[in-house]
């Protein structure tokens, strides 16, 4: 089956700091892969995505990379704000046309001034 | 453009009760999604409509889940009688009709708390 594991948090870092989140997956198929952000009192956003391997996603200064070979798609950023403070959800979707996604279990950041 | 609304944004039951959970997705949004995160584990998919049909309810976790989606706009998600383990928060989403997918939209969700 599919699965999605992601490095667990809650993770804090100081601003300005550099940020890793690991993520790696498991799927039946070729996946697109995915990182979703959920800010406090809000619902899940599309960070970034990638649909092939070797792609980089990128916004807001976050960077992943769809690593085939590793199966991995750990989410970057070089310096991180207070207002990153956040839920990061790794995901990954196999078919076209269904956005059936699987899930990691989250990551909270949080930022200190 | 209104976003993916859900309601209510809290629940507080007590085991054995009732509860219906609202969605209203966006307006021309075919595609709607369910979603639940329990405990704080991962975020596991429920089913998904096209327009007023269930396309895949493979995640729903047993007979006490009714999802409806009369007329395929708004959608609701009955859990009867409630127990403790559906505690959790679900997810909404939606998106627009075609083949190749497009970007889904979530909605604040809703916090279920069974007691």
């Known amino acids: 089956g599919n699965s999605v594991t992601q490095m667990e948090g809650p993770v804090t870092l100081s601003e300005e700091a550099f940020l890793t989140i690991n993520c790696t997956y498991t799927?039946?198929?070729?996946?697109?892969l995915f990182w979703y952000v959920q800010y406090p009192g809000e619902g899940l956003q599309l960070l970034l995505k990638?649909?092939?391997?070797?792609d980089k996603g990128s916004n807001k200064g976050f960077e992943a990379t769809y690593r085939k070979e590793t199966t991995s798609f750990h989410l970057e950023k070089g310096s991180v704000q207070v207002s990153d403070s956040a839920v990061y959800f790794c995901?990954?979707?196999?078919?076209?046309?269904?956005?059936?996604?699987?899930f990691g279990t989250g990551t909270r950041l949080t930022i200190i001034p | 453009e209104a976003g993916v609304t859900q309601f209510p944004s809290h629940s507080v039951i007590e085991k054995g009760q009732t509860v219906t959970l609202r969605c209203d997705p966006i307006?021309?949004?075919?595609?709607l999604y369910w979603y639940r995160r329990v405990m704080g584990k991962e975020i596991k998919f429920l089913l998904h409509?096209?327009?007023?049909?269930?396309?895949?309810e493979s995640g729903m976790p047993n007979n006490r889940f009714l999802a409806e989606r009369t007329g395929g706009t708004y959608s609701t998600l009955k859990v009867q009688p409630a127990e403790l383990e559906d505690s959790g928060v679900y997810f909404c989403?939606?998106?627009?009709?075609?083949?190749?997918?497009?970007?889904?939209?979530f909605g604040n969700g809703t916090r279920l708390t069974v007691t």
């Open positions: 799927a039946t198929g070729y996946p697109s």
């Open positions: 995901a990954l979707k196999i078919s076209f046309g269904n956005e059936k996604l699987t």
């Open positions: 307006s021309g949004h075919d595609n």
């Open positions: 989403a939606s998106s627009l009709p075609g083949p190749k997918g497009s970007p889904l939209h």
């Open positions: 990638a649909t092939k391997a070797d």
């Open positions: 409509f096209v327009k007023e049909s269930k396309q895949d």
